[in-house]
């Protein structure tokens, strides 16, 4: 089975603070991370897949980038409206999937 | 656009079958380019993802759930359904369903979810 990590698990950060999340997965799942993110009381929304990809409708401030093992999220500038849980989730194993633990952004 | 849309009960007992419904409007369960999945989140707690169907019927399973999981899709009805049986307090969680797309197997699409509460 694919074990995925991420770190922090969480951070706080103020508005305007470039923000960098990390999953690692326990072996190579080439491109294949998919970046989560979640407000309370609220279901997941698709950010970025592929690695890289940015979802349709979803701010540029927001990337990410990797491959192998290690993976990025990068948030360019915080805005009020992220704050919140980010998840990866690893597809190489389609259709057995895996979710990170998860990392909270939370406001300074 | 398409949704997805949870149902079943709220309260399920000790050692009984949690039985959800989710039915998908606005687009077809039957293409062949989707995935369909569920996802749960215990409270305070991350994503764990239950189990996935193909539209033909082809299932696929948390091992650390498998033995108590069934994923059946009804294409007539245009929905798939989940059930988990002798449910404890750790099955306690809201329950998701969600469309998997794409050769980058995302979940793009996310019922709102239905809060399960497994007690007596």
């Known amino acids: 089975d694919i074990q995925m990590t991420q770190s922090p698990s969480s951070l706080s950060a103020s508005v305007g603070d470039r923000v960098t999340i990390t999953c690692r997965a326990s072996?190579?799942?080439?491109?294949?991370l998919n970046w989560y993110q979640q407000k309370p009381g609220k279901a997941p929304k698709l950010l970025i897949y592929a690695a890289s990809s940015l979802q349709s409708g979803v701010p540029s401030r927001f990337s990410g980038s990797g491959s192998g093992t290690d993976f990025t999220l990068t948030i360019s500038s915080l805005q009020p409206e992220d704050f919140a849980t980010y998840y990866c989730q690893q597809s190489y194993s389609t259709p057995i999937f895996t979710f990170g633990p998860g990392t909270k952004v939370d406001i300074k | 656009q398409l949704q997805l849309q949870e149902s079943g009960p709220g309260l399920v007992k000790p050692s009984e079958t949690l039985s959800l419904t989710c039915t998908v409007s606005g687009g077809s369960i039957s293409s062949s380019s989707y995935y369909w999945g569920w996802i749960r989140q215990p409270p305070g707690k991350g994503l764990e993802w239950i189990g996935s169907i193909y539209y033909s019927g082809s299932t696929y399973y948390n091992p650390s759930l498998k033995s108590r999981v069934t994923i059946s899709v009804d294409t007539s009805k245009n929905q798939f359904s989940l059930k988990l049986s002798s449910v404890t307090a750790a099955d306690t969680a809201v329950y998701y369903c969600?469309?998997?797309?794409?050769?980058?197997?995302?979940?793009?699409?996310w019922g709102q979810g239905t809060m399960v509460t497994v007690s007596s």
């Open positions: 969600a469309r998997v797309s794409g050769l980058e197997a995302a979940f793009d699409i």
């Open positions: 072996q190579s799942i080439s491109s294949y």
